[in-house]
């Protein structure tokens, strides 16, 4: 019987019918991470701790200005420092002058004019870096200062400074379904509200690093912490005007990403591989904390405008939101990627979130100023617009005297709902689950009780509270061009190696690829290697993000180990005389299912397929279904499955410091299936903490332009000690079109943790922050003003 | 605190390595390569007696800089891009580092780590908000490698030991050319980053009472996280009462972050000395010490905010002074 459903999928070549976890032998199971013991001990090399000897060192010299012209730039006295091999300005570049993740709008170097303080006005190598400063205080930049702009309403205005020739309005999308209009008249309460969210940096422990290495033929090898090596292969091309195929992009192991990487290893790779193509020398480069925080992407700034309408018994009626993106001062992840990719497209799809809405209209503008720029960043556009859609749903429950689970409940998704968008949610939904089990574990209705009078609270000094919030998010990136590539070859003593585009970036992906490599094979974790990703070896895979890195390539892996295990099993058929049929593979056996005691050893097979001359390599190719966006009207299938997460938290309140300590989050996801249970423990616990970080504290300060809090002195992220109890809980409502069942789980968990903190501030001392950070200043104003 | 180098064991190893691997680049923590603006010195003196030091400094008057844990002058050299032809690293002068207690009075040692001060025995009996103070600031890298001397000597109005120190009114024994010279605390400070040491003196030891047994001691420190952080605000309090009429027989309070230097907020003391402590004259006093404070806007909290914190702080301190002599059987 436990061969039957394996035959099945050997047979469809595509696994639709998850299996049962007890006839699971690597997938479900906490295996030990693939780079533990490298990362515990210390041994595994990072970007900086590659040996420097024989490399050139590049350094970028940065713009003081947040809009300037540039009138002349003089690098006589800087080229004549000894020690300085080369200074390149704008006209230096052999092809295109630009670079960026979807539009090439950003100058590798700036010749007319810098958009933002930290833009590249010229770049130097030398012998030393102690030379390359020197040569950076050297050159001589002559600016003419613009009018600047640095709010994304200001820029929308005529007559406002434009940062881009084609003016400041990059990307508007809409959704419209039904008449809001008719919505809010059915509606017998209305909320409205305005919204907004800071800068955010990644901060990343891993500062970028680049090392570009030309070869006499004409090709050329960039190293570093990339997210998505692929995007940068196809940014070095252009800009040395070379094909694609002389570019050879390897990834060093990643110390933190967060999306971050995928936009900053451009940056700095392109800069790279431009000063080794020019020197003919191999270079080095390496960012210091305050420029990463100073010139890499942010997550999205937003103000968003918010409107909700209800019948009195809690049915939502109509939902209208309008959403003022800030892209900075280039285009980075912000823009379409047809037809529904984008930082931008994203967020417009997110902002009804996981609710069953018949009136919906949304406006999203994604808008450049002078500032620096937003990308990726966990969650992808998310985060913002949650806060938003989980801080006026409490509002609302407020206004309706509701229990704002209640609310949740009455509207939430379930099978068969219809959103925005028009999509049908037909199979693995298991929202209103998470928020059952949450409840009954977090023990909500035992503890919610109604926000307290300003009295209550003025009453003692510290209140508790608590809060909840539900998200959605999406599994792919919603770009036509989302598939990806493996190849598996197994070698005649049973080992395995297995090619990936997928970066491993501390989120256990390489891990957990290799789980679903070994149990398809039917071999051990341990008998599967990942190479790191090289892009003159391993099949193109996209980038690392979206949430879709264990469902997307977890599936072209099984494909690629069916093709090459079809040839293991038709050797052991020839040695146990059973038709292949009947074979199965588990544990490095390969036996009869029918006669468990007739088998064969997985490496004794593999060594008659070599010696027989059959196919020793398996390719694997998977693309989600075709994904579908209007623009205009918003209406669509963007992405094919989400997973679902419910959040509660509890704080404790200093109702004279404003100080908010979160004592408790329990979070409760449906992702299909955990194919690493503890990794996606960690995953959740990691995504709180960050969650707790954009809550309460991180911001970039900026004034007049200008990043005030370049490092962590000044720039603060939750430390271990801010961490509260965090109670991770799993639910498993396999997705059709998962590995095992599988969907993403890189991202959601960072996504509702922000609102449920703050729905729960509210909760205790009945004060709204809808600015984020709430940090204690915050709070301690919102309350003393609720006193008068 | 001081910057520098690694102390101690580490120090050592960095030194075998440099004696063994000669002609070899050396990757020492501070001049590689991951600086901003990098900090740079001619020459680095490793002495063994105050003397030494006052000797060099006096040589290279104004251009050198005395360095123990470097967690601050580093730093510094860094952010401003400032040189100095030499660095005179005073952590290996013996007994530097000691704590000890003679005759009723602690004396600290200027290289003494916060995390010496933090689990030093005599501090945790005779001086325990000194000990508190000491565990709170930066991470435990930080307590292991700056010091004491360093803390005090950079004179950041945010230096977390400082209003302990005030509170037990401590006295700086320093050491120049023309021998040594004790300076109260509270005249120590002249302003942000500054102090009355001049160029070529070096800070030797603190030198503070016992806390009286009828007395209690209390530190609370307020930042925007509960750990690695500079305060916003931070507030210690000497408080000992006359247990019958439950007046307030002594009072010292003592501020960081909220004045161009440490601060002693003296006029609540002198109203709260000889009243009766009740919620009034407590929140009064606290009133006071925020009339005091003259703190400034920057990107960690506006001035207003600090300026309540006081308050709230001065309060909070002086009720769970009021608590501990409460719990004593004296």
Redesign the interface.
Known sequence: MKGEKRKVILKEKKVEIPLAKEELEVVGKQVIRKDGYEKVTGRLKFGADFDKAGFLHGKVLRSPHAHALIKKVDVEKAKALPGVVAILTAEDVPGRNGFGAIIPDQPVICGEKVRFIGDGVALVAAESEEAAIEALKLIDVEYEPLSAVFSPVEAMKPGAPKVHENGNLLTTVRIRKGDTEKGFQEAEVIVEQTYSLPFVEHAYMEPDVAMAIPHEDGTITVKGPMQAPFTVRRNIAPVLHIPISKVQCVQTHLGGGFGGKEDSSIDIGVRAALLAWKTKRPVRMEYEREEVTLSTAKRHPMIIQCKVGAKRDGTLTALEGTIYNEQGAYASLGPIIPPAGGTHAHAVIMLPGPYVIPHVKVDGYLVYTNHPYGGAMRGFGAPQVNFVHESIIDELAEALQMNPYDLRMKNCFELGSVTATGQVLDQSIALKETMRSAADQFEWFKRWRPPPSKEEVEKVEKRRGVGMAIGWYRTSIGTFSDGCGANVYVHEDGSVILHTGITEMGQGSHTVLAQIAAEELGVRIEDVRIVVPDTDIVPEAGPTVGSRSTTLMGNAIIMASQAVKASILEAASEILGVPAERLVARNRLIFDRDDQTRGVEFKEAARRALATGKRMMGQGWWAPPRPSFDVETGQGYPYFVYTYNTQMAEVEVDTKTGHVEVIKVVACFDIGRAINPILVEGQIEGGIMMGLGYAMMEEVLLKEGKVQNLNFQDYMIPTAMDAPEIVPMILEDPNRYGPFGAKGIGEMPNIPTAPAIINAVANAVGVRIRDLPAHSEKVFHAMRGRRG | MGVGWPRNDVSQAVLKRKTFQKGKVMRDPVSK??????PCWEKYFRVKTPGEAVQILEELQGESRVIAGGTDLL?RMRQEGFGVKALVDITCIPGLGEIRSEDGLIRLGAVATPKDLSQSSVLREKAFCLAQAASQIGTPQIRNLGTLGGNLCNASPAADLAPPLLIFEAKAKIAGGKGEREVPLDSFFTGPGQTVLNPSEILKEIIIPELRLDASATFLK?G???????ALVSVAVLLAMDRKERTCQLIRIGLGSVAPTPIRAKQAEAFLIGRRLDDRSIQEAAQSAMRESQPISD????SQ?RR??VG?MVERAIRKCLEQLEGKDV
């Open positions: 390569s991951h600086l901003w603006k990098k730093a307020l925007r996280r509960k750990a690695a952080d500079l990107v960690r909290a506006s905010y309540e914190m709230v």
